[in-house]
């Protein structure tokens, strides 16, 4: 069978992408990938071994587009159909994935023009603008969330978020994601943080996102730590009573650090949401303010007590420190395994497969 994915942009996007890549492969399918040259696409599946291909197609998004730019992106999506189609027609694609975002525009559009079966994930709580277009020509939309017409399943992660999970049970490590990109204000919180965790002996791990990671890398230079040693691509702070900061801008393989970790400060995008539920990890989530429709909150507030969301104009380094200790870990890193399944890629693809049958 010959699968096509599609879709990515931002490393959730991409993240699902991998996921259901990695699993078809594993069944033995033919895999082929169609993203974009802007965004993440190429950094995360350039020279990838999980899809026989890759195309990376000028693509621009057309959403909160004015003007001249949005008939710009408009004219490039039309591009990117036409060559998508002769790429579904070159490899005899049976079905095309998306997993959402401006690029699986042209692949989508593609396979709905050339009539090959359109499966859509919607990774958010809220539907996206594709996405929302795409699904009345979708054989299937999946989600993780209750949205209404859509299957809900359990978010598709790689399955080391869940080889690596464990109970948290004592506070030795906060690990802070400030994204691929950055995020300033966890960044800074970070830093605003440091004093006080490095004295109760907490040790930090912060993906601070290559666009600050100079202005992390001197910030936390001002604190007087006895030794400062750069590894690899990361830098190793360490403070006089032992404690540490590991330093880095960015990690593809985020879970080794995650599973050193007893508790996360980050964005509650579906992606990064899931992943640690899959780990079990404890978090504080500060919603991207800006997300479409403000979904990063309503991710976050489908789960209720077993996490805290705090807007980020209203962070408060007190309020976060009596959070922090008063917290009761291993009831909530228990609580976090019940919401979230390690089948949720397979239950897709079977479905995907069935759906596909029945058409035979």
Known sequence: ???????????????????????????????????????????????????????????????????????????????????SIKILKKHKI?????????????????SVICKIPLFIHEQNSILGTLNKILAPFAKAKFCSFKLNGFIQTSYPINSDFFYYARDRNKLNTILFIGGSQGA???????????????????????????????????????????NIEKIDDSVKFTHKNGSEVLLFSFDKNLIHHMKNADFCVSRSGASSLWELCANRLPSYFIPYPYAAKNH???????????????????????????????????????GL????????????????????????
């Open 1 to 83: 069978m010959n699968i096509l994915i599609t879709g990515g942009g931002t490393g959730g996007h991409l993240s699902i992408a991998k996921a259901i890549g990695v699993a078809c492969k594993n069944r033995g399918f033919n895999v082929y990938y169609v993203g974009s040259t802007s965004g993440q696409d190429k950094l995360w599946f350039d020279n990838s071994d999980i899809f026989n291909t890759c195309y990376f197609l000028d693509s621009r998004g057309v959403v909160n587009k004015k003007g001249f730019a949005i008939l710009y992106s408009l004219y490039l999506q039309i591009k990117a159909i036409i060559a």
């Open 296 to 334: 990063q909150y309503y991710n976050a507030l489908f789960l209720g007590d077993l996490c805290r969301v705090v807007s980020q104009n209203e962070l408060n380094k007190e309020d976060f420190l009596n959070y922090l200790y008063d917290l009761d870990l291993l009831s909530i890193s228990r």
């Open 94 to 110: 049976n079905a095309v994935i998306s997993v959402g975002g401006f690029s699986a525009g042209g692949a989508s559009f593609a």
């Open 337 to 360: 395994k019940s919401v979230i399944s390690s089948n949720g890629v397979d239950d897709i693809i079977d479905i995907i497969i069935s759906k596909l049958e029945k058409n035979i």
């Open 184 to 226: 300033y204000a966890i960044n800074s919180f970070a830093l605003e943080l440091c004093d006080d965790l490095l004295k109760r002996g907490i040790n930090i791990i912060h993906q601070c996102g290559r666009l600050d990671f100079e202005r992390i890398l001197n910030g936390y230079k001002n604190f007087n730590f006895i």
